[in-house]
């Protein structure tokens, strides 16, 4: 019927397309349940173009350079640039209605980056730490490992482990805070030649690393290929999913949280549609569904009752009141900070 019905009707009304619509979304790499894709597009008929990203950079020049994108996910730290040049459309909270389902804690930090929560709403979020493949790494180090960043930023340590592997995040305000921190201090609060000093300090770590990349380091921890890697959590828990003897560590002198955040762009096209897909994950079952495949904590308060208990029990997922307190939210680059910032990452990422 329907074969037969749709050319009459182009026939019949030019201007009208069947399945014209389309949305363009952008996430980060391994952040969704892809049966959440192929139900929405069941459920409203409306097609979604996928694409990913490994990296805030990637995702801020896909924004800035205007291409149409109709959801993208930058994480919260992003946010009060992206809202200060207009990046992003607010949104439309009747359009909205499973928004009652987030986390009013989680609203209320972000109403911190994003005033009144004009622009954005909580997807997937997570802490920041290392995954440990504790039979290779100890075999490496020679002996028990400390619970500390001085795996990775003390040199003699991470000359010990550079033969079975180490990986860092392409992330530099991950990677610039939690150095700082290591060193007693704040990234957002330090000066631009001290910056400029822990990325000398980087620079010299650099030999010790296989690679500064967020998406190859998932496979070769699933395969047993690194020992030591700065991961975001959910990456890490699917490679002990998979079976390798891999630990997920919040070191003792802690560590940073990041908030996922589902928003429109200003380039968007259909924003109409883009507010539908938002809902849509928005849904309590939805909402568990993703994180059961990812394994990142949701911003959805209602879709714990369709967590199994083992996945809310799984230790580091949902972290407990000890990691918490060791926990705090990647800080916001003042706009003077970030010149160094690139200028330092771009040296320590490329490693010359
Ligand atoms: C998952 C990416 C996590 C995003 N691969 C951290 N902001």
Request: charged share 20%; proline share 7%; net charge negative.
């Amino acid at each position: 019927m329907f074969r037969v019905l749709a050319p009459l009707l182009l026939a019949l009304a030019p201007g009208l397309t069947v399945a014209a619509d389309s949305i363009r979304v952008y996430n980060w790499n391994d952040y969704i349940a892809p049966q959440v894709l192929e139900s929405f597009t069941r459920d409203t008929g409306i097609a979604v173009e996928y694409r990913t990203f490994s990296s805030a950079e990637e995702l801020a020049d896909a924004l800035a350079s205007g291409e149409p994108i109709d959801v993208a996910v930058p994480s919260h730290n992003d946010l009060p640039a992206l809202i200060a040049t207009g990046g992003l459309q607010p949104l439309d909270l009747r359009l909205l209605p499973n928004r009652k389902h987030l986390d009013k804690q989680l609203l209320s930090k972000l109403a911190a980056v994003d005033p009144q929560n004009r622009h954005a709403v909580p997807y997937l979020w997570g802490a920041v730490g290392l995954a440990i493949n504790v039979p290779q790494a100890e075999a490496a180090y020679g002996g028990p490992l400390p619970d500390s960043w001085s795996l990775l930023f003390d040199a003699a340590q991470s000359a010990r482990l550079a033969s079975c592997g180490i990986s860092v995040l392409d992330a530099p305000d991950e990677t610039l805070a939690l150095l700082l921190n290591y060193q007693g201090r704040s990234l957002a609060r330090s000066a631009p030649s001290r910056i400029e000093r822990a990325g000398n300090l980087l620079e010299n770590l650099r030999p010790h690393l296989r690679y500064v990349d967020s998406e190859r380091y998932i496979d070769d921890l699933n395969h047993g290929r690194l020992c030591l890697a700065m991961a975001w959590v959910g990456d890490a828990l699917a490679a002990a999913d998979a079976g390798q003897p891999v630990r997920f560590l919040v070191p003792e002198e802690g560590s940073v949280l990041f908030i996922d955040n589902l928003v429109i762009p200003s380039s968007a096209r259909r924003a109409d549609l883009a507010h539908r897909f938002i809902d849509y994950l928005m849904q309590p079952q939805v909402a568990a569904l993703i994180t059961a495949e990812t394994l990142y904590p949701n911003g959805n308060a209602d879709s714990a009752q369709f967590l199994d208990a083992a996945l809310l029990n799984q230790p580091g997922l949902y972290p407990d009141q000890d990691t918490k307190r060791r926990l705090h939210a990647v800080e916001v680059l003042p706009e003077k900070h970030a010149k160094v910032r690139d200028r330092v990452w771009q040296r320590f990422r490329a490693g010359s």
